[in-house]
């Protein structure tokens, strides 16, 4: 079997694992980046809508800064992001942003000037100052006080992610595509590298570093109906979680996106309400503003999506053979905004819908979309438990999201991360040198090589892809937007029997060589461990906070519940073992009202009954 060394192993090759790696490749560093697919075809590329940073450019951007940015990203993650992480995220924000621009991510820019804006189906008007002309500009983006959202066009991601494709590629850092981690190499203290599977041959390999990445990105494929692309299955917190040793953080904070297309759940940008664009029900009346008078369709989208559903259920949706629907509505935004700063939107709803979207609605519903949740760091992003393993980016709970991630502040993530991470990452590699135990890389190799033979040589009964179906169907119809005791107990129960079929596989191929049903068959029993954290962890937290939303306990419980929870398997166990850590160490806006959402809440202060 092959044996790859290299100074640091990035496990995925999306925003986070790149930047990351060219950290690590500028300081002299060998770098390598791991991915299923080609790295610009990883799923940081579909991202539309923008990313948040508090220049303060634009008009409705000015008196912009971190301070604000700060406030609303507590605010938005319900009091549970760890508020030393979100203050550096925000403060360094604005540098990456410049750092992207410098290396040649076509933001657009300010022009001076008159134009019309919406709120709230109303058209207004604003202007621009000269003096900004040509600066990076905003636009309006979901949760936010001040336009911070900047953006591409609509393919920010795509633009990120191909410019730092780019500078990867000079930086000497080297991709290899194709290939999916295993498992970490590890001697119950420190991380050596993973064992690596490659896709087309099925070979395995074992590739040894000294610092190890996990930036694999979210793990929304684990439900049924999901925005993300289908390579997001977890793979990276499946291995961290399988160590026994490294815990996942906070796995039931899980967001659903307000407007995820009818049939396909194909994701219609947040930059369509932020430029104006409304939500009408069954008799295409809007009602966001009766719910929430002061944010409407701007509120953050735990608040959105949980209101969408409560008008379906007043019996208010659209029926359709594939469930019930709202519409949004961008008809009055016009044909030039539409087909210019809403290009891909309008590329959607012809293509996939077969609708005109400047004269038509578009049907949408909530869709999983974001995994607040992963392998949980501490605020260097080393991860808790294994020295020499780090994570960032959607893999990660690094924890600046809290219970509700702000739409923007996943792409500011990835490279601001990228940016701390990466300086962490090579202060690591600069002060270390790593033995790999000869022993403890053949044990991991054999360990996979085992599961591989078992699956060809066919003890098992169960088919993969229905007992995957069955682990979706189960997260999709009792842990989606609002959860109680009773379907979360049933969804517990049903995804143990669940992960006893997964470890029980009949392969219908011959399982060798390009075989993705022996990559899905590797990777299922994993996932539904993954399922067995959000729906476990659902359960046992007895509040309701963020996106969290549970109906038998409505108020967020600041006295009980201002804490993170972490997940931790050890082998043979058939559910995670939780603990408990404090949201944050650090204070600087104790816990509040959101000013949307309207939930009630159980100060700290208060005495138990
Ligand atoms: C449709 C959509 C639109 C979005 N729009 C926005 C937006 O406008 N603004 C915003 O801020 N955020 C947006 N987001 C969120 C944002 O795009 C993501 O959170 C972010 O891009 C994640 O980047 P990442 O580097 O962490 O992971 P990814 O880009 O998902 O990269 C993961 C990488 O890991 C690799 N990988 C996975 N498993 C393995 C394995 N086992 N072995 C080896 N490699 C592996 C993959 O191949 C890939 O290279 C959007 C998300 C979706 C779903």
Redo the contacts with the bound molecule.
């Keep these: 079997m092959q044996i790859i060394y290299t100074d640091f192993l990035s ?7 790149e930047r990351v790696a060219i950290e690590a490749a500028q300081a002299g560093f060998d770098a390598i980046c ?4 080609p ?1 610009r075809r ?11 940073a508090s220049l303060g450019n634009c008009i409705k951007g000015e008196g912009d800064c971190p301070d604000v940015h700060f406030l609303d990203t507590v605010k938005g993650s319900d009091w549970g992001c760890d508020q030393e992480v979100a203050r550096m995220f925000a403060d360094t924000a604005p540098v990456a942003i410049r750092q992207m621009a410098h290396w040649g991510v076509p933001w657009n820019r300010v022009v001076p000037g008159k134009s019309f804006y919406f709120k709230g189906g109303e058209k207004l008007e604003k202007e621009e100052k000269k003096e900004c002309e040509g600066l990076i500009t905003a636009r309006d983006f979901g949760g936010t006080a001040k336009w911070r959202a900047c953006y591409c066009s609509d393919g ?2 795509h633009a990120m ?1 191909y410019t730092l494709d780019n500078v990867a590629i000079q930086s000497g850092v080297k991709a290899h595509d194709r ?3 295993l498992s970490l190499i590890h001697d119950g203290e420190k991380c050596m590298g993973a064992v ?1 599977r490659c896709l087309k041959t099925g070979e395995l390999r074992a590739y040894l570093a000294k610092a190890t990445l996990i ?4 793990f ?1 494929r684990i439900y049924r109906a999901s ?3 289908i ?3 977890g ?2 917190l499946i ?1 961290a979680l399988d160590t026994g040793i490294v815990p996942l953080g906070n796995m039931e904070a899980v967001q659903f996106h307000p407007t995820g297309i009818v049939p396909t759940d194909i ?1 219609v ?2 930059g369509c309400r932020g430029d104006g664009g409304t939500l009408l029900d069954v008799n295409q009346e809007r009602f966001m503003h009766v719910y929430e008078p002061e944010k409407a369709e701007l509120a953050s989208r735990d608040v959105v999506s949980r209101r969408m559903t409560e008008h379906i259920r007043k019996g208010l949706g659209v029926k359709s053979p594939y469930g019930e629907h709202l519409w949004l509505d961008i008809r009055h935004l016009g044909e030039k905004h539409i087909t210019t700063k809403l290009r891909e939107v309008y590329e959607i709803c012809k293509n996939f819908l077969g609708i005109d979207p400047i004269t038509e609605l578009i049907p949408v519903r909530p869709t999983q ?2 995994s607040m949740g992963g392998v949980r760091t501490n605020k260097d992003g080393a991860a808790y438990g294994l020295k020499g393993l780090f994570s ?4 990660c709970c690094w924890d600046m999201h809290g219970f509700n991630r702000l ?6 993530e ?1 490279v601001v991360a990228g940016m701390i991470v990466g300086k962490k990452v090579v202060e690591f590699l600069q002060g270390n040198e790593t033995n790999f135990d000869t022993g403890v890389v053949n044990s991991a190799l054999n360990k996979q090589k085992e599961r591989v033979d078992n699956l060809i040589s066919g003890e098992g009964t169960e088919e993969v892809y229905a007992v995957r179906d069955a682990m979706q169907d189960v997260l999709m119809d009792y842990v989606g937007i609002f959860r109680n005791e009773k379907d979360l107990t049933l969804a517990v129960d049903q995804l143990k029997e669940i992960h006893k079929r997964a470890n029980n596989i009949k392969l219908q191929s011959n399982g060798l060589g390009a075989n993705p049903e022996m990559a899905l068959a590797l990777r299922l029993p994993g996932m539904v461990r993954l399922a067995l954290c959000v729906a476990y962890g659902a359960l046992e937290r007895k509040e309701s906070r963020g996106s969290h939303a549970r109906e038998d306990y409505p108020e967020r419980n600041d006295r009980d519940w201002l804490v993170r929870t972490l997940a931790y398997w050890k082998e043979g166990q058939e559910l995670p073992e939780l603990k408990y850590e404090p949201a944050t160490q650090v204070v600087e806006i104790p816990p509040g009202d959101r000013g949307y959402g309207g939930g009630k809440i159980i100060s700290a202060e208060t005495k138990e009954a």
């Excluded at 791991?34 to 697919?37: F, I, N, Q, R, T």
């Design positions: 496990i995925g090759s999306g925003l986070a694992g791991l991915s299923l697919v790295p990883s799923h940081s590329s579909a991202a539309q809508g923008g990313m948040q920010a991601g992610l290939v999916e981690a690596v930036a694999t990105g979210g929304g925005t993300n692309a390579i997001n299955e793979g990276g291995i994701l940008t947040e979309h974001y960032a980016g959607e893999a739409g923007g502040n996943s792409l500011a990835t």
